[in-house]
């Protein structure tokens, strides 16, 4: 595995990770490291930095939805058109061609249910090159990007005996 596998390896669970660190950890000198993130970065490699928030975990108010998607592939084009008509929308998180019974995943978030299912019904589904949607609501995270969202809490009390 080279330099730059090894670097994508960690930040991608740990994308805090200081430079000096991610050096050691991975046996680089740490001009070297700097020099391939700024690589990786320039030739889009590495596309951008996120935080994993359990949202339920807050005040706001949010729901997500995967929604399945199956379009008619625009000629000369095929997917990529439509998968960029639809990820131009502010609702839309994520989008991705998949094999199966629909052509696309879209991953929306909204205030509500309502806020949701209006998203889909009045702008995704009058797409001219959508055929059908299924929504499909998402109820609790329990893992995300591989990261455990609700951990179990161990029981450390001493057992008795009567």
């Given at each position: 595995m080279g330099t730059r596998e090894e670097i994508l390896k960690v930040i991608?669970?740990?994308?805090?990770?200081?430079i000096k660190e991610l050096a050691v950890l991975i046996g680089?000198?740490?001009?070297?490291?700097?020099?391939?993130?700024?690589?990786?970065?320039?030739e889009g490699v590495i596309c951008g930095f996120n935080?994993?928030?359990?949202?339920?975990?807050t005040s706001l108010e949010r729901v997500d939805a995967l929604i399945?998607?199956?379009?008619?592939?625009?000629?000369g084009l095929g997917f990529d058109s439509i998968a960029e008509r639809i990820y131009k929308y502010p609702e839309v998180t994520s989008v991705y061609l998949?094999?199966?019974g629909f052509d696309l995943m879209v991953i929306v978030e909204g205030k509500s249910l309502?806020?949701?299912?209006?998203?889909?019904?009045?702008?995704?589904?009058?797409?001219?090159?959508?055929?059908?949607?299924a929504t499909h609501f998402i109820l609790k995270k329990y893992k995300d990007h591989g990261t455990i969202l609700t951990k179990q809490y161990e029981d450390t009390r001493e057992m008795m005996s009567l």
């Open positions: 991608e669970k740990n994308s805090r990770i200081d680089a000198d740490e001009i070297v490291v700097a020099n391939e993130l700024k690589a990786m970065e320039d935080t994993m928030i359990d949202w339920s975990k399945e998607v199956k379009v008619t592939p625009t000629r998949m094999s199966g309502q806020e949701v299912a209006g998203f889909v019904n009045n702008k995704l589904a009058t797409l001219d090159t959508v055929q059908s949607t």
